[in-house]
């Protein structure tokens, strides 16, 4: 009788674990979505932004970035993070695209909520870690900077800042990007302390995050993240409900 009475209370444990998950579950996908960081330039919360600069414009319709960021994201040296592009001569335009471009995604896209974690850092309090981006964009990425040349693998630290914008160290040497980025998936994965992890998936597969769209064909990184969202949020109901079914086998073995 005692097993019995504690099985049905177990029964309704589970019921009540099953429900209350689904809600965290729901909770943890809308959270997940249509954000933006706690970082430097970024808005409180995405809205549309009509005048945004080129490279950025796709974001336009929903953005957490200003006007005055994107202009500033396609400058030399802008005020944003005093960042010197041709730290190692002139960067090639082909290659200088694609940094701006990665200076759009970060700064505009509400599509990364799945990938945002807290930091402890002067300029931000939160930062993205392995953003799946997908493979045939960081492939275009590494060709097109292979004729350019740079002095580090991880652009976060390790520069000289005493000129008020980022120098190479005395002890690196600059060399063809290639020397320091042997492939697509070190250059993408390393350079900003993996913030990207390069994802097996391609342009439209649903699946990776692209760092550019046609903004007249809709964002395809709002799929993304709420794939993704869906999935790490599915993860902690799943847990629950296998513990609370181990304690209930335990029971019954032990009755």
């Known amino acids: ?79 944003l993070y005093r960042f010197n592009w041709d730290h190692c001569g002139k960067m090639e335009p082909a290659c200088k695209w694609h940094f701006i471009q990665d200076t759009c995604l970060y700064e505009c896209s509400p599509n990364l909520g799945p990938w945002i974690q807290q930091v402890d850092q002067s300029w931000r309090k ?21 004729t350019s040349n740079t002095c580090k693998i991880n652009w976060h630290k390790g520069w000289n800042w005493t000129s008020g914008y980022n120098q190479c160290p005395a ?12 492939t697509p998936d070190v250059l993408c994965n390393e350079i900003w302390s993996q913030s990207y992890k390069v994802s097996n998936y391609s342009r439209g597969s649903g699946r990776c995050i692209q760092m550019w769209f046609d903004p ?30 181990s304690l209930v086998l335990l029971l019954w073995l032990l009755s």
């Open 171 to 182: 002890e690196a040497k600059c060399a063809p990007f290639h020397v320091y980025f042997p």
């Open 126 to 146: 939160e930062r993205i870690l392995n953003v799946p981006l997908c493979k045939d964009d960081c492939q275009r990425w590494w060709e097109d900077c292979r």
């Open 216 to 245: 007249a064909h809709g964002n395809p990184n709002e799929e993304v993240a709420r794939f993704y969202a869906e999935a790490m949020s599915g993860a902690e109901p799943c847990r629950a409900w296998a513990l609370l079914l």
């Open 1 to 79: 009788m005692a097993w019995l009475m504690t099985a049905q209370l177990l029964f309704f444990l589970l019921v009540a674990a099953g429900w209350g998950a689904q809600l965290r579950t729901t909770q943890a996908r809308t959270e997940l979505l249509n954000i933006c960081m706690d970082a430097k330039h970024h808005k409180g919360k995405p809205s549309p932004e009509d005048k945004l600069h080129d490279q950025c414009t796709p974001w336009k319709k929903n953005s957490c970035c200003s006007v005055n960021t994107s202009q500033e994201a396609h400058k030399d040296i802008s005020y």
